[in-house]
């Protein structure tokens, strides 16, 4: 890799994490901007009922994830002998295209078509972006680079997120994703310009990424992230309408809610990311279990405002608490498959919005009152944890910390 300057090097970083500032955006947006995405694209239906309506949006969260689960282990797969640089811009070139296009598509059903082929990119952004990161830094800094580029996501929920939704409940929802769409075009061009060129890996093949998927431990863990978390996402896609219908706020206090449950996802990773270098086990295990408490609370006080603020920053304090290890525990499951690890983890992190989302949505849509998502995530939360459980008795290898595989990396 060429040479760089300290300000070369800080400005690619930046770029790379812009890239991940954007698919926070795009990825959590949708979450306060539900109702305002019924009342346009499903009106007969949104005029007959607002809940019917809201939960059949919900697929704008299911289909993204869905979009992820598929496209991240294919792209990783595909793209192995892709030099990283060229492949981050290839994606990013992708974000551009399915987020244009779900801004100005007609139809309900043509936008899910652009928001599951912005989707495809997802995964594979953080692990390529990551991996070039690392690569900008010298080596042995892989994990300070995969920081990066998640603080760039941590941070779209403290700031972008309540922005953009602001945005779209005064402009519309097409406002707030033609600037998402904006977000990652500025990010193409920034990278294309700073970013240097870093090879892929040595010897690498879809063959030997897939190769992975052998290992029953590693089936095991990805059960462990899809199901776990999902007790986050069935509160976090519907944290919309629990504002407006059961607290009893305006809709202009949706932004503050997301704001504060973004403060806490980033005190979460902060955290997360020190307790699993001390022990990766105690991390998963306890980490499950402080967010299946804190959906608990959410699902008892969410009535109340200052019940809502409080349990919404504690859910997002324990969603991303869990997330290093989670990672950590898929790394150490598939060693020397670097690219294929982050693509799986982020495939089975987004079933599990998936599967939030849509459970969330079933329950609403059956009446059952919008904090009957919350509760239904208890119950998936439980039986991550359960899961994580099962994990642990079945591989009994000592882990203290997470020790992700290592791509080569070139040196400065």
Known sequence: ????????????????????????????????????????????EYAHSAPDAVAHAGWMITTYALGVVAGAPTIAALTARVPRRRLVLGLLGLMVAGTTASALAPTFELVLAGRFIAALAHGAYFGAAGILAASILGPGNQGKGVALVIGGLTAANIFGVPLITGLGQSQGWRAAYLAVAAVFALTLVAAALVVPAVAAAPGGSPRAELAAFRSPRVWLAAAVVAVGPAGFFAVNSYVAPVTTHVTGLSASTVPWVLAVMGLGMSAGIAAGGWAADRDLRRTVFWGLAGLLASVVLFGLTAAHPAGLFVSAFLVGAASLFIVPALQGQLMVAAPGTQLMGAAVNQSAINLSNSLGAAIGGAAIAAGWGYLSSAWLGVALAAAGLLLAVLYFRFDRAPVAAAEPAREPVPAL
Do not use: H, Q, Y
């Not at 991940?20 to 949708?30: I, M, Q, R, Y």
């Open 1 to 44: 890799m060429e040479s760089l300057t300290s300000g070369r090097r800080w400005a690619a970083l930046l770029a790379l994490s812009l890239g991940g500032f954007g698919l926070g955006l795009t990825e959590f947006v949708a979450m306060g901007l539900l109702p305002e995405i019924a009342r346009d694209l499903l009106p007969s």
